[in-house]
């Protein structure tokens, strides 16, 4: 059964904005969503001619009907045409907070002025807002006029930005996203900013898409972010995902009227080409932007290929089990070791890669990229912190592969910043070997990662694959299976990398 979301917003009678954007929004990330309708506005292309607020029962009706039968996971709220608005709806979520088995996740998008520049709610809604609604709202996500008119800020450059999210976390919001498509800067660019309840930071950056049809952009976004939220997605996710779909949508947004169309609605984001850049510490937006660079960060992008898909990949922690891996017939393995104070480690690298010669195997050697480098290694294979430490341009010049640990959208993006070798995704299903709390992807997300970075990259799934989840994780058309204890911990680690070799091949339909 897919997840709830409710919309608590006003309906667009020109059905580009409002419930009818949320609901095509949120079933375009596969979530069901319910609606309670506040307002009726009267709007086409060309504006808004009236807003119709819905009188407190009649929302009360419909908060009661969905709370009785059909609870959220994850409420979005739009439009709230006054203060009577404001008032009921956050007494019913501040209820629904404290009652429900699992209390809801509440998405604000502070609708206040259209793209068309119509304001939308009563002008002393502000004080109410920030007085009942924010203290409840988990994750706001105002554009850049809701956000100087929430905060008295006039957002003229990142400084600005990071301050006026700060202001409405001070109001009470948990995370702030922060739409940037109204503030051209860098001149041509779409600049994007998440600042999550840890105070963790994201910028998204793409060149604007040039299109006049961005009627229903703002709810759309906040709409994903919601659907998002309710799939288990993490927040820098659901902010990278929310943003590709915006963008695949404007790419194709067409007029249905003489005026502003809205963006177009085409499915979940599976087009890197669509997404924004994360943009890195180094980077030239980063530059732009003033974001700065940590001392020692040594950016580097483009590394050697893989000449293919890594196939069948054993990750072990001794040299013995590499030699046992490659003479069984795994075409690429991993020495991870995770105690840099072992006393064998160099000797243990040293082994390894001298095995990936005389059985031609690929061999990569996980986090110890100087020893990599020192004995001439095939590959490094690093986890997303190492990234921004690591020497990358050593490991690069040196000619050796660059594998890198994802585990989600934002990450993977991330790493398509630095061009590595492949990219890996996991854990797809829990696992014993490596503590992963929280990071647990699942199959429905390798479904998606796939296609995404197919086209780009040799691609590896990783985490709680044994024998009999192979073949469907094949299935998906990943380029490899990563595993530790389905070979080490087998009664015999030579039948087993059979077997995985057998269910990688029907997986993908060549047996
Ligand atoms: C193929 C592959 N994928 C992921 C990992 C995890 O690497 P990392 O994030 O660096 O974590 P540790 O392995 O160092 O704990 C991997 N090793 N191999
Ligand atoms: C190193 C690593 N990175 C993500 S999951 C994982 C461990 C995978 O081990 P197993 O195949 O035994 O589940
Ligand atoms: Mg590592």
């Not at 419930?19 to 929004?25: E, G, M, V």
């Not at 499915?267 to 700065?292: K, R, Y």
């Not at 995985?500 to 029907?506: F, H, T, V």
Request: include cysteine.
């Amino acid at each position: 059964m897919s997840e709830v979301v409710w919309s608590i917003a006003g309906s667009d009678s020109g059905g580009g904005a409002g419930i009818q954007a949320d609901l095509k929004a949120m079933h375009s990330f596969g979530v069901h969503g319910c609606t309670v309708i506040t307002a009726l506005t009267a709007q086409n292309s060309l504006g808004v001619d009236a807003i119709n607020p819905v009188n407190n029962a009649v929302i009360e009706s419909q908060l009661n009907a969905l709370a009785q039968d059909m609870p959220a996971k994850v409420i979005k709220i739009g439009l709230l045409a006054n203060i009577a608005q404001v008032e009921l709806i956050a007494e019913h979520i501040a209820h629904y907070k404290k009652t429900w088995a699992v209390p809801p996740v509440v998405v604000y998008d502070p609708v206040a002025i259209a793209t068309s520049g119509d304001t939308l709610t009563e002008e002393d809604t502000v004080d109410a807002l920030k007085k009942y609604l924010f203290p409840l709202v988990d994750v706001i996500t105002p554009n850049t006029h809701e956000t100087q008119l929430l905060t008295g800020i006039y957002l003229i450059g990142p400084s600005s930005v990071v301050e006026a999210a700060e202001k409405l976390q001070a109001f009470g919001a948990g995370s702030a996203v922060i739409k940037g498509g109204h503030w051209d800067y860098p001149k041509g660019y779409c600049i994007d900013y998440c600042r999550s309840d840890s105070q963790e930071e994201h910028w998204l950056g793409n060149e604007a898409i040039v299109t006049p049809h961005t009627h229903g952009t703002g709810c759309s976004l906040s709409s994903c972010i919601a659907a998002c939220l309710a799939k288990g997605y993490p927040l820098k996710d659901a902010f990278i995902l929310g943003k590709a779909y915006i963008n695949q949508g404007l790419a194709s947004a067409v007029r249905y009227g003489e005026g502003i169309g809205p963006v177009a609605h085409t499915g979940f984001p599976e087009d890197l080409t669509h997404f924004p850049q994360v943009i890195e510490p180094g980077s030239w937006l980063a530059d732009e932007l003033e974001l700065g660079a940590p001392d020692d960060f040594n950016f580097a992008a483009g590394f050697a290929d893989t000449e293919g898909e890594l196939e069948l990949y054993a990750v072990v922690d001794t040299a013995d089990w590499i030699e046992k891996c490659l003479a069984a017939g795994v075409p690429t393995v991993q020495l991870r070791i995770k105690d840099p104070n072992d006393p064998n480690l160099e000797a243990e690298i040293k082994t390894a890669i001298m095995l990936g010669e005389k059985y031609q195997g690929r061999v990569f050697i996980n986090d110890y990229w100087q020893l990599a480098i020192e004995h001439g290694a095939y590959g490094v294979h690093l986890g997303q912190e190492d990234l921004s430490e690591a020497n990358l341009s050593a490991i690069q010049n040196a000619g050796l592969r660059l594998g890198v640990s994802t585990h989600g959208f934002y990450e993977m993006v991330r790493a398509h910043n630095y061009r590595p070798s492949y990219l890996a995704f996991g854990a797809i299903y829990p696992t014993t070997t490596k503590d992963m709390t929280g990071q647990i992807q699942g199959l429905e997300k390798l479904k998606h990662f796939v296609p995404l970075m197919k086209a780009h990259y040799p691609t590896v799934a990783i985490g709680g694959i044994d024998i009999a989840r192979t073949e469907q994780v094949a299935s998906t058309g990943v380029g490899s299976v990563a595993v530790v204890r389905a070979i080490t911990l087998a009664d015999d680690h030579q039948n087993a990398v059979l077997e995985l070799k057998a269910a990688i091949r029907k997986g993908r339909g060549e047996a």
